[in-house]
């Protein structure tokens, strides 16, 4: 970790993702704001919509603290890098930073900054400091890792894309359940038709 420590009048917490891909791959991946944000299970949107080249309305419930978020995001991007500014809230800005690994790979550097306030304040509103960072570190974990290996399948793109990204986080469980059990039940109905054929073959013979 390349983050200075917080002092007395920085509060900041981080998380680093180690990734599989490479520091181009990742910049245009960070640039797209909407999809880092949704990614983010503790998160449950109810308006997440861009008003500007480089602005966003974000209206959500926190399920790591309770809290309902409505705020502006003003986005500064930047060689290997994106800030996010809030324009209310507790947390002041969320950096995603990329930094370069031997062997071509590259990973991921997510820091919430507190300093807009001073520590008492900060102190007194500890209930409203987003908990959802290192879950939200896993979840891009996780979900470049299945991009990585199943981005080459038709269809899958589309489907993180446009059925994935907007559900709710409860909606996404249980759509994976579905589609789960749909698929075990239709190699359960493999296998039957398999051993239908090779009776009825027999049978014939």
């Keep these: 970790m390349n983050d200075t420590p917080p002092n007395e009048d920085q509060d900041a917490a981080w998380v680093t993702i180690e990734t599989p891909f490479n520091a181009d791959w990742l910049e245009e991946f960070i640039g797209d704001i909407e999809r880092l944000y ?24 926190n399920l790591s603290n309770g809290k309902t978020l409505k705020t502006n995001l003003s986005i ?4 290997n890098k994106v800030q996010v500014i809030y324009s209310t809230g507790l ?3 969320t950096k995603f930073r990329i930094n370069l690994k031997p062997g ?8 919430d900054e507190y300093g807009g306030t ?9 209930d409203e400091a987003d908990k959802s960072l290192v879950q939200w570190g896993r979840d891009i974990h996780r979900y470049l890792r299945l991009w990585k290996r199943w981005s080459r399948v038709p269809g899958w793109k589309w489907y993180m894309r446009r059925v994935w990204q907007p559900l709710k986080p409860s909606a996404r469980r249980i759509s994976f359940m579905l589609i789960m059990i749909t698929l075990v039940e239709f190699i ?6 398999a051993i239908f054929w090779l009776e009825l073959y027999r049978y014939v013979d």
Excluded: C, W
């Excluded at 790979?105 to 997510?110: F, H, S, T, Y």
């Excluded at 001073?118 to 509103?125: Q, V």
């Excluded at 359960?188 to 038709?193: E, S, T, V």
């Design 104 to 111: 071509g790979k590259a990973e991921l550097v997510i820091t």
């Design 188 to 193: 359960i109905f493999l296998i039957i038709f």
């Design 38 to 61: 949704r990614i983010n299970s503790l998160m449950e949107f109810l308006e997440l919509r861009q008003t500007s080249h480089r602005g966003y309305h974000l209206d959500a419930k």
């Design 91 to 93: 947390k002041t800005s």
């Design 76 to 79: 500064i991007p930047g060689k």
């Design 118 to 126: 001073s520590a008492k304040e900060r102190e007194a509103r500890i």
